[in-house]
Structure formats: structure tokens, C-alpha cells
């Protein structure tokens, strides 16, 4: 065997020294010179220090008869277990042996990095894909590449159409159509003047127009310039060679089939534009579908039948039928509404705690639309909530609760605790609905009537503390609402408030903190002292120094609003006592 002009024997045989049987390979003298440092010597210089390191244990470890001391897979493991090496740190990247036909296992072990990692800019990533064409930048793209790739997708489209047909077939083809885009890219194809004729008035009107200036010559030549999307075209005339339109329109998606849509309008292709509107009318559509779908179809104007019944499916106002009208002679408002009453009445918590979400982003949607002002310009008084439909009945809804809570109230009281839990349940709907109201800053007639339930807090400390303090919790809203300037209502009320439940709500506000989860205690301190600093300073005093006595014998079970003490001290006596000393 000659091996680059030079003798090599290759023999079998068992070395002496008790290695495994391998091939041995000899060479000429002239043969390449052995590596500086390959692996084996790298070996046996790790296995000297090795050693030397471990005198007494080296011995045993190469003269036993089981270890393959010639190996210098032996001296490298002896090398790792002697804590040499790390097992995970490769050792130095060395030649190959260019002698040998192909690189041993050792070889490939210790240049793994060498074989696997690469640097970025040797990395070829594979291009993009979207909907099965490749995406190419045009500012990095050459004119033919785009060129190309418009070629291939058009030979694609055309390899999808039905099994027989003819379209861009060179032999029977009568008409040399050649479309062409914005950007200079052209297409062009073989197709059949019986079939354009057939199916498209544009066509059949521009065929004519050729016939009549004598252009009588086979093939026509017809040119469409200044296309939108030239694979477009191409897909809406492989429509007219299909016989089932609608199952050739199902592969596409939304986007594409109202690009055909509207290619189909601008050339007349009558069954094209009503399998496209098929389409969309049985079609789901994402959310942002929606808009282009109803956008298209309002600009081509499209006298049909199929347009209507798509554009019903996202207008309540196109063309309804008399039939249409009464039953569904119902504004958003209405329908939020019979929404309200089903959640207030529903009977699962943890449904109703997440309607309660839907409700409520719902009604402040709907909001935007509806004639609301801020709190300066009458929307909580009755007048301003007349033409408002949302909150005449929030506040409907809210008097009903309100009765059922005080007659539930009134019988607890009473020791008679069968329907207990009644009093949670709409005073969480009170709360609920309070935080809509307050969300549209018309909240102050809520407080004006919470502030005069006087019954209720009269009624409060004969009922049992575990069925009353989410009673509370509404009155930890408003301090909030005031505290914030969500509600602006006189001092009146305001005195009211605190004079009807501030000792109902110290009561409860033990239970408030131990048992809802999720509260922001310093958000209702906070709430509750800003609402005392605007009352007048005499109120304040009063309030506070009651607070004061409270706090020291009820610690943590009362809340915290020693911020506003110290505010109230220093309008009350440092700044009078300030101002005293300076005019003296």
C-alpha cells in the first residue's frame, strides 16, 4: 500500500506490554515528522508530574496488570483522578496527526471546542420565513435578487393551482399578460382570453378595446402597470381558473384573501369578490382584523349582499331588517346593564369576582363615549346623571342593595343570623359599585347617602363583627375617595361621614386588616387622615384628640393617622405660635 508515494505496511499484532490488540502503522522514514506536543506526549508529561506529585502511589497505579500503562488513555485518567486536571477543562489543542487516514476518538475528545464552536461571523443563519416566502430587506436586496424571489413565489403559486389547469401554459395560451409593481418588478404570464373574458368585465372590456384597434395578431399583449402586490394579481387570476373557489380560499388567510378581495373588485371578477366576502363572513377574525376588514370594505364600496353580512359582525347600524330592529333595539348601555344585574345576582363568588372585572373595564370603555365631565361640572347631582344612563342605574342598583342590606342588618341585629351572610355579600356589591362610580367621578351622591345612614351605624355593634366589617370596607373606600380628591363634596358631608361611621369603622378595623387580603392599610390611613385635615381645624381637634385616646388603648386594631396629627399640631399651634411671636 503506497500512501502519498511512500511505502506503508500496516501489521496486526499483540503488544508485549499487555495493551488491547489495535493496528499498528508503520512508516518510512520520510514520513511527516510527529507533532511538538500531541496528545500522547501532553499524556505522558502529565503523568511524569503526576509522579512526582504521588511517588507512592504512582507505582501501583502503572505496574498493575490491569492498567494499560501504554495507553495514553491510562495516563490521562491517571492524570484526572491524581486531581491534576479539571474533568471539565479540555487539554491544549495540539496538530493532528496528519499521518494517520482519520483522527482518533482521543483526537476528537480533546479538540471538541475546535470542531463545535465557531465565531459569529462564520455562523450562516438561515433567512426568514413568513407564510413560506422568504423575507428579504429591500435596501439590502439587489433588484434581481428581489426579482428572483418574485419568480419563484409566482412558479410556486401557480404549482398550487388545481391539477389541468392551463394557466401560463406557452401552448395554448392567447394572451401574453405581463404585470408589473411600483418598484419595477415584473411578471409575466400565458393565459386564456376566454377565461378572462368569462370572468372579468375589466378584462373583457380592455380585450374588445384591442380587438378594435386591429390588434388581431395572436398572441394579445396585454400590460397591468402599477400593481400593489404583483403575487396578489397572480393569485386572484389562479381564482379564475379554479372550478371550487371557496376550498381554494380556505389555505389563505384573513390579510390575503382581502388582498384578493380588492383585486378582485378593481378588475370586476364578480365570483371573486363574493367567495372573498364568503370568506370573511364565515371566517374568525383576530382584533386587529377587524379594522382593516371593515376599512376595505367601506372604501371599495361593493354593492352586494355579502358585504352587508360581514360588516354586520362588527356594526349593529348596517342595514338592519325590521326584524333586526325589534329585537335588537338596544344601545351598549342597555346591554352593560342587564350585564350589572346578572353579576350582582349571580351566585358563584369566584364567577363573580372575575365578571366583576369585565364588568367594570367594560363601563369604563363604554365612558369615552358617553357626554361625562369631572366632578366640577354637575356629573354626580341628579341633574347632570340624567342623560346618563350607566349611572342612573348604578345608582338604582346601589338603593337596592342598600335596602337588602338594611333589612338583613336589621334581622341580624335581632340574633337572627340565617341570612347573615347577605350582609357581606351587598356590601361587597356596594363597594363594587362605588368603585365604578368613583372611577367616573360620580361618586358624591353615594357619599351623601352612606354618610345619612344613620340606622345602619346605630344597628352596627349589636351585630356579631365577622358579618358586619365589610360594612366598613365601604366606609374605607370613601375616606379613601376624599383623601385622594376622587369626591369633592361640601364639609357638610364630609362632618357627616365621619360623625355617622368613624366608630363603626374603629370597631371593624381590626377584622378589616386580619381578614381582607390584598388591603393597603397606609392606603386607608392615609385616606382617613386626609379626609379629617380638611374639615375645620376645630373638627380636626375634635376628631384627632379622639383618635389619640383610641390608638394608645387599641394599638394596632386602630389605624395609624399620626401624620395627620402632626399636620393638624402645627396648623393648630406651631404656625399660630410662630406667627404670635413675630408679630409680638
Known amino acids: 500500500m503506497k500512501k502519498g508515494g511512500k511505502p506503508v505496511t500496516a501489521t496486526h499484532g499483540v503488544p508485549s506490554d499487555g495493551s488491547w490488540c489495535c493496528a499498528t502503522t508503520s512508516f518510512s522514514p520520510a514520513a511527516q515528522p510527529r507533532p511538538l506536543c500531541g496528545p500522547q506526549d501532553w499524556a505522558e508529561d502529565v503523568v511524569a508530574a503526576a509522579m512526582d506529585a504521588f511517588p507512592a502511589a504512582a ?3 502503572f505496574s498493575s496488570p490491569y492498567a494499560l500503562c501504554s495507553s495514553s488513555y491510562s495516563k490521562f485518567n491517571f492524570a484526572l483522578g491524581a486531581g491534576l486536571l479539571k474533568p471539565m477543562s479540555p487539554p491544549p489543542l495540539a496538530a493532528l496527526d496528519k499521518s494517520r487516514s482519520s483522527p482518533t476518538l482521543f483526537d476528537m475528545m480533546t479538540n471538541e471546542q475546535g470542531f463545535y464552536r465557531r465565531s459569529p461571523e462564520h455562523v450562516v443563519h438561515p433567512p426568514m420565513q413568513q407564510l413560506g416566502r422568504a423575507v428579504a430587506d429591500p435596501e439590502a436586496t439587489s433588484p434581481q435578487d428581489r426579482q428572483l424571489l418574485l419568480q419563484d413565489r409566482v412558479a410556486e403559486i401557480i404549482g398550487n393551482c388545481s391539477p389541468g389547469n392551463q394557466l401560463n401554459d406557452p401552448e395554448s395560451g392567447d394572451v401574453h399578460l405581463t404585470l408589473s409593481s411600483m418598484d419595477g418588478l415584473t411578471v409575466s404570464l400565458n393565459v386564456h382570453r376566454h377565461i378572462l373574458v368569462g370572468h372579468s368585465r375589466f378584462f373583457a372590456a380592455k380585450l374588445r378595446d384591442l380587438w378594435s384597434k386591429q390588434q388581431r395578431s395572436l398572441p394579445y399583449i396585454v400590460e397591468i402597470s402599477d400593481c400593489d402586490d404583483v403575487e396578489i394579481y397572480v393569485e386572484t387570476l389562479c381564482l379564475m381558473y379554479c372550478k371550487d373557489l371557496r376550498r381554494r380560499l380556505m389555505r389563505e388567510d384573513v390579510s390575503k384573501v382581502l388582498g384578493i378581495l380588492k383585486v378582485s373588485a378593481a378588475i370586476a371578477f364578480d365570483a371573486g369578490v363574493l367567495s372573498c366576502l364568503e370568506y370573511l363572513e364565515a371566517s374568525p377574525w383576530a382584533e386587529d382584523e377587524e379594522e382593516k376588514v371593515a376599512s376595505l370594505l367601506s372604501q371599495l364600496h361593493l354593492e352586494s349582499l355579502g358585504t352587508v353580512e360581514v360588516l354586520k359582525r362588527v356594526s349593529l347600524e348596517v342595514a338592519p331588517s325590521a326584524a333586526d330592529e325589534a329585537n335588537s333595539g338596544c344601545d351598549s348601555q342597555e346591554v352593560l346593564l342587564r350585564l350589572l344585574q346578572v353579576v350582582l345576582e349571580g351566585q358563584d363568588e369566584k364567577a363573580r369576582r372575575e365578571m366583576k372585572g369585565l364588568v367594570s373595564k367594560l363601563i369604563r370603555e363604554n365612558s369615552t363615549t358617553t357626554n361625562g ?48 351572610a347577605q350582609i357581606a355579600r351587598q356590601a361587597d356589591n356596594l363597594h363594587w359599585i362605588l368603585d365604578i362610580l368613583i372611577d367616573r367621578q360620580s361618586a358624591d351622591d353615594f357619599l351623601r347617602t352612606w354618610a345619612c345612614q344613620t340606622e345602619l351605624s346605630e344597628l352596627h355593634p349589636r351585630v356579631p363583627a365577622i358579618n358586619r366589617y365589610e360594612v366598613s370596607r365601604v366606609t374605607a373606600r370613601l375616606f379613601i375617595g376624599v383623601g385622594k380628591g376622587q369626591i369633592l363634596v361640601p364639609k357638610e358631608a364630609r362632618c357627616l361621614l365621619l360623625r355617622t361611621w368613624m366608630e363603626s369603622f374603629y370597631e371593624d378595623f381590626g ?17 382617613l387622615a386626609n379626609t ?44 399660630r405660635n410662630g406667627k404670635l411671636q413675630t408679630t409680638g
Not at 386588616?513 to 392615609?526: A, M, S
Not at 375634635?542 to 402632626?566: T, Y
Open 511 to 527: 377584622w378589616i386588616r386580619q381578614r381582607c387580603n390584598g388591603l393597603d392599610r397606609h392606603l386607608i390611613e392615609e385616606g
Open 532 to 575: 379629617v385635615l380638611t374639615l375645620p381645624l376645630a373638627t380636626q381637634q375634635e376628631v384627632l384628640l379622639g383618635w389619640f385616646h383610641r390608638f394608645l388603648n387599641a394599638g394596632d386594631d386602630c389605624p395609624n393617622i399620626q401624620k395627620g396629627f402632626e399636620m393638624w399640631w402645627r396648623r393648630a399651634f406651631w404656625r
Open 59 to 61: 507505582p501501583a497505579a
Open 373 to 420: 365631565g369631572g366632578p366640577g361640572n354637575g356629573v354626580g347631582s341628579s341633574e347632570g346623571r340624567g342623560g346618563d344612563l350607566i349611572e342612573k342605574s348604578l345608582y338604582t342598583a346601589s338603593d337596592r342593595c342598600l335596602r337588602s342590606l338594611r333589612h338583613h342588618f336589621a334581622r341580624a341585629a335581632a340574633s337572627d343570623l340565617t341570612d347573615a
